[in-house]
Antibody, heavy 120, light 113 residues
Framework: QVQLQQSGPGLVEPSQTLSLTCGISGDSVSSNSAAWNWIRQSPSGGLEWLGRTYYRSNWFFDYAVSVRGRMIINPDASKNQFSLLLNSVTPEDTAIYYC??????????WGRGTPVTVSS | DIVMTQSPDSLAVSLGERATINCKSSQSVFHSSNNINYLTWYQQKPGQPPRLLIYWASTREYGVPDRFSGSGSGTDFTLTISSLQAEDVAVYYCHQYYSAPLSFGGGTKVEIK
């Protein structure tokens, strides 16, 4: 059974970098059939896909236009996890952040979510 | 980019009655090489992460009651709750994972009439 365990701070100051980690059990970040995603949900409620990484002999990355240039996803095969780095945060980045395995080959699995507030 | 449009925004249905939610994608999410629609339905209750209900447009996730069903293909999809129960009060989202950027519908809030 695949499970994702999220960790990271719930409060980040404006202009700083948000760093979250998603630990994987029951699957591998290097799986050739899965993609590892970050998704957020703003206080207004909508779900926004942020980006993903996946391994198909090489590592690939896709990012939403809204965060491209500010966001990096780092896979770490040695720890079987992947992380999100979002720099220059503003109050508009306040949201619940979810990691998720989304695969075209099987059903999706989500983490429990990390509420993040950007405030001084 | 694929835009997902859900309707209605909200829906009030009597207990035991049918609830129908529609989702339209701006481009097809059907993969002809394997006959799969990369369309998922989620249920979200307050304070909880989204719960997967349906994937591949019509495959029910393990443990999901059979009153939930998904249908459609290409660009038009439907989630049906055949007999609404009190525990089904939630917001429902459709989601395409056919191509990046992945995208979600705006959500449909289901309430009891």
């Amino acid at each position: 059974q695949v499970q994702l365990q999220q960790s990271g701070p719930g409060l980040v100051e404006p202009s700083q970098t948000l760093s979250l980690t998603c630990g994987i059990s029951g699957d591998s970040v290097s799986s050739n059939s899965a993609a590892w995603n970050w998704i957020r949900q703003s206080p207004s409620g909508g779900l926004e896909w942020l980006g993903r990484t996946y391994y198909r002999s090489n590592w690939f990355f896709d990012y939403a236009v809204s965060v491209r240039g500010r966001m990096i996803i780092n896979p770490d095969a040695s720890k079987n996890q992947f992380s999100l780095l979002l720099n220059s945060v503003t109050p508009e980045d306040t949201a619940i952040y979810y990691c998720a395995r989304i695969s075209q080959a099987t059903s999706a699995v989500w983490g429990r979510g990390t509420p993040v507030t950007v405030s001084s | 980019d694929i835009v997902m449009t859900q309707s209605p925004d909200s829906l009030a249905v009597s207990l035991g009655e049918r609830a129908t939610i529609n989702c339209k994608s701006s481009q097809s999410v059907f993969h002809s090489s394997n006959n799969i629609n990369y369309l998922t339905w989620y249920q979200q209750k307050p304070g909880q992460p989204p719960r997967l209900l349906i994937y591949w447009a019509s495959t029910r996730e393990y443990g999901v009651p059979d009153r939930f069903s998904g249908s459609g293909s290409g660009t038009d999809f439907t989630l049906t709750i055949s007999s609404l129960q009190a525990e089904d009060v939630a917001v429902y989202y459709c989601h395409q994972y056919y191509s990046a950027p992945l995208s979600f519908g705006g959500g449909t809030k289901v309430e009891i009439k």
